[in-house]
C-alpha cells in the first residue's frame, strides 16, 4: 500500500489510504456481532500488522513485497465487506435483525464499500502506486480521468501530460462514491475489463445495502 522515494522525484503520498484503511476498520467495530467474522479486534491485529509492514517494505525499496503487504490490507478488508454484507441478507431473509441495526449496518457497509473499492482502484490502476509515481504523467490506466482526455487551447497534448498530472487517492475516493451513488461511471468511465467487472460489483453491493436493505428496515418493501 504504501516503493523507497530516494529515486523518485515525485512520490505518492501513501497516508490517505492508510486514513481510509483506519476509518475502513473503524466501522467494522459499528457493526453488530452478526454481521461480524469474529472479534473486530482481529481484523484490527490483521490490518495494523500488515500496513506496518507495507510502510518498511516502502523505506526499504522492497517493492515486491510492499505490494503483497498491501493486497493483504485490502484482501483484509474486502472480506470483511463481503462477510457484512451477506450476513445482513441473511439476517434480512431470516428477520434476525431489527429496522434500527439494518438502517445502521446498511449505512456501515454502503460507506465501507466506497472505501474498500476506492483502495482498490487506488492499488490496481496503472500498475499500483510504485509505478504511477515513476512516471512524469499518467497517460494511461484502467480509467479515463478528464485529464487523460482534455488537452489545453492550442496544445496537442493532453492536461496530464502538460502539466505532469497524476490521479490521488482522492480521486479514487471520488470514483468509487460516484458508483455507489450512481451505479454507474459519470465522469470517470472505465477502460480495462477488471475495472469494469469491480465497478459493477461495487454498484450490486451499493444497489443491496441503499435500496434493497435500507428500504426493508424502513418498512418500504
Known amino acids: 500500500m504504501l516503493s523507497h522515494t530516494s529515486d523518485v522525484e515525485r512520490p505518492e503520498p501513501r497516508w490517505p489510504v ?4 483506519c476509518a475502513a476498520v473503524a466501522l ?3 457493526l453488530p456481532p452478526s454481521l461480524r467474522p469474529g472479534t473486530p479486534w482481529f481484523l484490527f491485529f490483521v490490518v495494523g500488522t500488515l500496513v506496518i509492514a ?3 517494505f516502502r523505506r526499504l525499496g522492497m517493492h515486491r513485497q510492499n505490494s503483497w503487504a498491501s493486497y493483504g490490507v485490502l484482501g483484509a478488508l474486502a472480506l470483511g465487506l463481503l462477510y457484512g454484507v451477506v450476513m445482513l441478507i441473511v439476517g434480512l431473509m431470516r428477520k434476525t435483525e431489527n429496522g434500527t441495526e439494518l438502517l445502521l449496518s446498511a ?3 454502503w460507506a465501507s464499500n466506497v472505501i474498500v473499492f476506492a483502495s482498490w482502484y487506488w492499488r490496481l490502476d496503472g500498475g499500483g502506486p510504485n509505478e504511477r509515481e515513476r512516471r512524469e504523467a499518467h497517460t494511461r490506466g484502467a480509467f479515463l480521468f478528464p485529464q487523460m482526455a482534455i488537452s489545453p487551447p492550442a496544445s496537442d497534448v493532453s492536461l496530464a501530460e502538460e502539466e505532469g498530472w497524476r490521479p490521488s487517492f482522492v480521486d479514487y475516493l471520488f470514483l468509487a462514491f460516484n458508483t455507489s451513488t450512481a451505479f454507474s461511471p459519470t465522469d470517470v468511465p472505465p477502460l480495462s475489463p477488471w475495472a ?8 450490486i453491493i451499493s444497489l443491496a445495502t441503499v ?9 418500504i418493501f
Request: a positive charge; proline letters at 0%.
Open 18 to 21: 492508510i486514513v481510509a484503511a
Open 28 to 30: 467494522h467495530f459499528a
Open 54 to 56: 507495507a510502510t518498511v
Open 107 to 109: 449505512g456501515v457497509l
Open 196 to 203: 469494469k467487472a469491480t465497478m459493477m460489483l461495487q454498484s
Open 211 to 219: 435500496v434493497v436493505l435500507a428500504g426493508r428496515a424502513v418498512n
